[in-house]
């Protein structure tokens, strides 16, 4: 059965560091997410991208973030400069319509220290 | 705005059980409304669904009913097994243009031989 896949599965980082956390999602997927999950909180839509161009972000998907589709396969978010406050695990997930069933990833969990 | 309310957790019981897990939601319109299970160590799993008012989601023995009148999808099943054990999470997306899934918080359910 298809999946999306995240890697890496744990990231640990200084805060100030940039990190790119990488999806790659299932192949005859269109619509593209990232979500995030704060410990003990609720998960949380940062972004939507389609066709190349963000469709959607919430307030949270502020400058310091971005996300790219460098390939056919890959799927990225950015943080440039990682506050405390962005330690959460992010979900990257995929749907082949929008508003689809989204299938998602087994999770990214960043701390930042 | 867009909202759900899930029971808190955790939620123990014992194999064999009937397992109903609440939720009530806020929204305008008409949202499609989803069951989402997280199991140990793994992703996101759309559990069920249901797209329009009275309509019932059901898979592995898990159902939930679209109720417009009292806002709420709550999930239920007959019988529970240890390997339900998992992290349950209700979620809507709005009615009409929005793609992103609004989430509740999650609900623990440990399920005991």
């Known amino acids: 059965e298809p999946e999306v896949t995240q890697t890496p599965s744990h990231q640990v980082t200084q805060m100030g560091q940039e990190v790119i956390l990488r999806c790659v999602p299932i192949?005859?997927?269109?619509?593209f997410y990232w979500y995030r999950q704060i410990l003990g909180q609720k998960v949380e839509f940062l972004v939507s991208?389609?066709?190349?161009?963000?469709?959607?972000k919430s307030e949270i998907f502020d400058d310091q973030f971005s996300v790219e589709r460098p390939d056919g396969s890959n799927f990225t978010l950015k943080i440039r400069s990682t506050k405390l406050e962005d330690s959460a695990m992010y979900f990257c997930a995929s749907s082949f319509v929008e508003g689809g069933d989204a299938f998602f990833g087994q999770g990214t969990r960043l701390t930042v220290v | 705005g867009n909202s759900v309310t899930q029971m808190e957790g955790p939620v123990t019981l014992s194999e064999e059980a009937f397992l109903t897990i609440n939720c009530t939601y806020t929204a305008t319109g008409y949202p499609s409304l989803f069951w989402y299970v997280q199991y140990p160590g793994e992703g996101l799993q759309l559990l069920l669904k249901?797209?329009?008012?009275?309509d019932k989601g059901s898979n592995k023995g898990f159902e939930a009913t679209y109720r417009k009148e009292t806002t709420s999808f709550h999930l239920e099943k007959g019988s529970v097994q240890v390997s339900d054990s998992a992290v349950y999470f209700c979620?809507?997306?709005?009615?009409?243009?929005?793609?992103?899934?609004?989430f509740g918080k999650g609900t623990k359910l440990t399920v005991n031989p």
């Open positions: 979620a809507l997306i709005p009615q009409g243009g929005s793609e992103k899934l609004v």
């Open positions: 192949s005859n997927h269109l619509y």
């Open positions: 991208f389609y066709n190349n161009e963000i469709s959607e």
């Open positions: 249901a797209t329009k008012a009275d």
